[in-house]
């Protein structure tokens, strides 16, 4: 069934990457309200999960919301253009400032009057970019032109056209007369991953893995004997007591379950998207971990209200049948909240952190399966109750480790906040001394050699400990290389990327590379290269993550360096044209006016794509594909593996 699933989903994938995305619909028309009266109205359809930006223009941040209506002469405009509903307001961590913006279906209104006779169109030019949480497409133009009655109409020759012409013609008139094929349309499909990789298993794998810790803390352990050996006594026969146990047990999974949903209906799926890229979230979550960090050092213990559980341990006990046992498993939640709840609140940050509607619901869900597991097979095993190891100062052990590895996570959440507003405290070798420092102080905490107020002295190393604490030490060793430079792919995903990296004895990805399709390619044919075009943007969180984890690398240099020339056409640059250029598109015209104009309708005329980063390896003569594209995949084996299939094509195309 799983490979039904696998294959399902990546015939899907394939289908879809082959589709432009257009997550934003927008109509125009003219609603006269006499002969001398009306207004014209924008309209923007905007898909559930995507916005477009205020109108207001914000330094070093995303492309504005721009609307002209450009009125003929005998129509004269009646205040200013007006919105259906105000932009929203808030911090975006991709640009490092305050947007304003639009998720829902927006129509913009501009009042009109007619003064006299008209002959000619009313036109009106938008320019907007379209994002979601985790991307942004480059920016997109529409155009309407419409008579007075309010049908559009066929549009006349522009200047900008008898300027420019269509951009592929103006490309075949160059003295080159082969540079037209290089922008002939190619079919391209996307190498897909497997749904076995999909973050809803990470999920669950890290809430069992929870569950499976919280039942080694103090507050967990000793409740399993005396909550098993209750339903045993409790029961008439063992059938009735076993059968009690596990509806116990699956009523705590019921109430992680619901605590889940509950916060997956609270937040909703859009905020829950903003948890992970939102720096001021980011920073709660660090502090929140530093938080459950020192409680499990044993400065303070987190307790919910002794009334809580004191009420619902009343009703457990005056109530009967299954919900006294609802109400037992609901009481071993409260009680047992001073050790799980920064376990829970570690796995609901990483949860959140996955942009995914389900996540909490599915994290949830795997700790409560782990931590009701051991009543349920204690209650049909009761034997194995005299095997348990006893409670004693392990328990507390367990929970000071716990508190290093929360201290750990929490620094990736501050490195989030770091990168997002600039301040550079959390470097990569910042962080990576942090976490050597705070795995040596672990190691060191195994063998003994620190001990905090709650623990027993250690007078013999027990083999577990000797070996955790070895696991420790090399760690905090293997980390160490990174302090110069070494890519530590291991922690990629945790570390802060390469680029941040002030000082390196290893290879970086510093290499010449060409911002211009046309010179790029011309220089390809010219030294018999093939050609490895980045699609890219300024404002592109996963671009930089692929150029440090993935371009940064020696083994991805020394090939593109070798073998390869680099295109890099950053869609979203906003520097001018030296003439502005007409295309036709989807049987509209269109005006591009800036450099990011241009390489954004390269990506949807000749590979039909609009989303970065993309990347896709051509032969440098005729502009034909060598392979399929790749988008974002930090896999560097992969990669390598997808150039040497390009070079491979381009050789026996030769």
């Known amino acids: 069934m799983k490979r039904v699933f696998t294959l399902i989903f990546s015939l899907i994938a394939i289908m879809v990457s082959a589709q432009i995305v257009e997550p934003i619909s927008w109509t125009s028309s003219i609603e006269m309200n006499d002969d001398n009266t009306g207004s014209v109205t924008v309209s923007a359809n905007i898909e559930s999960g995507w916005h477009v930006y205020g109108l207001e223009s914000v330094e070093d941040g995303p492309i504005p919301t721009q609307i002209s209506v450009i009125l003929p002469e005998g129509i004269s405009a009646v205040g200013d253009l007006t919105p259906s509903v105000a932009a929203e307001k808030g911090f975006d961590s991709s640009f490092g400032c305050e947007i304003s913006y ?58 900008a056209r008898n300027k420019a012409g269509n951009i592929i013609s103006m490309v075949a008139s160059n003295s080159d007369k082969e540079m037209n094929s290089l922008w002939k349309p190619v079919t391209m499909t996307e190498n897909t991953e497997s749904i076995a990789s999909s973050p809803w298993w990470k999920l669950f794998i890290w809430g069992f893995g929870g569950g499976l810790i919280a039942l080694l803390t103090p507050c967990v352990w000793p409740l399993i004997p005396m909550t098993v050996s209750f339903f045993l006594k409790k029961g008439k026969t063992r059938r009735e007591s076993i059968r009690d146990a596990m509806i116990y047990g699956s009523s705590i999974v019921v109430i992680y379950l619901v605590l889940g949903l509950a916060i997956t209906m609270i937040f909703g799926a859009s905020k829950l998207n903003e948890l992970s890229t939102n720096a001021i979230f980011n920073l709660i979550f660090f502090l929140l971990l530093v938080v459950f960090a020192i409680s499990f050092f044993g400065a303070f213990d987190i307790k919910l209200p002794s009334k809580w559980s004191n009420t619902v341990d009343n009703k457990a006990e005056r109530a009967t049948g299954l919900i006294s046992i609802f109400f037992m498993a609901f009481t071993l939640a409260l009680v047992s909240f001073s050790c799980t709840g920064p376990i829970i609140g570690t796995l609901l940050v990483e949860a959140a952190s996955s942009g995914d509607i389900a996540g909490p619901a599915i994290g949830m869900t795997g700790f409560a399966i782990a931590l009701a597991l051991p009543f349920t097979l204690f209650a049909i095993f009761p034997s194995w109750l005299k095997e348990m190891p006893k409670s004693g100062g392990w328990l507390n052990s367990v929970k000071v480790v716990l508190g ?26 910042v962080f990576l001394a942090l976490w050597i420092v705070i795995f040596l102080l672990l190691g060191m905490y195994l063998l003994g050699k620190i001990r905090f107020s709650h623990d027993e002295p250690v007078e013999h190393l027990s083999v577990t400990r000797f070996f955790l604490s070895i696991v420790s030490l090399s760690f905090m060793v293997y980390l160490i290389p990174g302090l110069w430079g070494a890519p530590l792919k291991g922690v990629s995903a945790f570390v802060p990327p390469l680029y941040t990296q002030d000082f390196s004895l290893y290879a970086g990805g510093d ?86 104009d241009k390489w954004s309708y390269l990506q949807r005329y000749k590979f039909g794509a609009n989303t970065q980063p993309y990347y896709v390896i051509l032969d440098g003569k005729t502009g034909d594909a060598m392979t399929t594209s790749r988008s974002y995949n930090e896999n560097i084996t992969e990669f390598v593996e997808w150039l040497d299939e390009g070079i491979n094509n381009y050789k026996k195309a030769e």
Not at 106 to 134: G, L, M
């Open 102 to 159: 639009w998720d829902k279906d927006i129509t913009f209104t501009q009042v009109i009057e007619r003064t006299s006779d008209v002959s000619a169109p009313v036109v009106v030019k938008i320019r907007y970019q379209a994002c979601d949480d985790k991307r942004c497409l480059p920016p997109s133009s529409e155009e309407f032109k419409l008579s007075i009655s309010g049908q559009e109409v066929e549009a006349a020759a522009t200047d």
């Open 404 to 429: 290093f590895i929360e201290l750990a996570l929490s620094l990736k959440f501050l490195s989030v906040a770091d990168l997002a507003y600039g301040w550079g405290l959390v470097d990569r070798e």
């Open 511 to 596: 290499f010449e590379e060409f911002d211009d399709y046309e010179t790029g390619m011309k220089y390809a044919a010219e030294n018999n290269r093939p050609v490895l075009v980045d699609f890219s943007g300024y404002g592109c969180v996963n671009c930089r993550k692929m150029e440090g984890a993935v371009f940064d690398t020696e083994v991805v240099k020394d090939i593109i360096e070798k073998d390869y020339v680099l295109i890099k056409l950053m869609v979203d640059d906003k520097h001018d044209l030296t003439e502005p250029m007409v295309v036709t598109e989807n049987g509209k015209e269109k005006t591009l006016y800036t450099v990011g």
